[in-house]
């Protein structure tokens, strides 16, 4: 089969790409994150929720419950007003996976290096991941990026962190 650019794709290669209408990955996505929206929300009343003065623990979780149902309906409404609309997205890109093994190794990490090298390690590699800088950029940016969250939690939250 002919590609775009003139060049010919082997069955094989067609046949390792999976693709599903843009349309009908908005509407699996809206669900499965409305899905995550009404857990959040119900697990939340559970907590006192406060007022906006005095929020208890709820009130975040709540909010952001509310948020994302939101969210959720607008994209689902959107995949349905763009019925029209037959272009395909490719499944599973590299960058994606890459992305999830680097949260998973930020989950195991975070005890056992500590907050502030396991944030600058994630923040370098997915801007490496993501974006075509140099090394020493993606450096800088996850040491810039965990300074920040270091200012941020223990400075103005008061919120101690691990190995900081």
Not at 15 to 38: C, I, M, N, P
Not at 109 to 114: E, V
Not at 141 to 160: D, E
């Amino acid at each position: 089969m002919a590609s775009a650019n003139g060049q010919t794709e082997s069955a094989t290669t067609k046949a390792h790409k999976a693709s599903v209408e843009a349309r009908h990955g908005d509407a699996a996505v809206a669900v499965a994150l409305l899905t995550l929206a009404v857990y959040v929300i119900w697990t939340a009343q559970a907590m006192p929720v406060g007022s906006i003065a005095s929020p208890g623990p709820g009130f975040f979780p709540l909010g952001l419950g509310i948020a994302l149902a939101a969210t959720s309906l607008g994209l689902l409404l959107r995949s349905r007003i763009i019925a029209g609309d037959r272009s395909s997205v490719e499944l599973m890109h590299a960058s994606v996976g890459a992305a999830f093994v680097i949260l998973m190794g930020v989950a195991f990490f975070f005890d056992l290096l500590g907050a502030l090298p396991t944030l600058a390690l994630m923040l370098a590699i997915l801007s490496r991941t993501f974006a075509p800088i140099a090394w020493w950029k993606a450096a800088l940016f996850g040491i810039a990026g965990a300074f920040a969250a270091w200012i941020f939690f223990v400075r103005l939250l008061g919120v101690s962190l691990p190995g900081a």
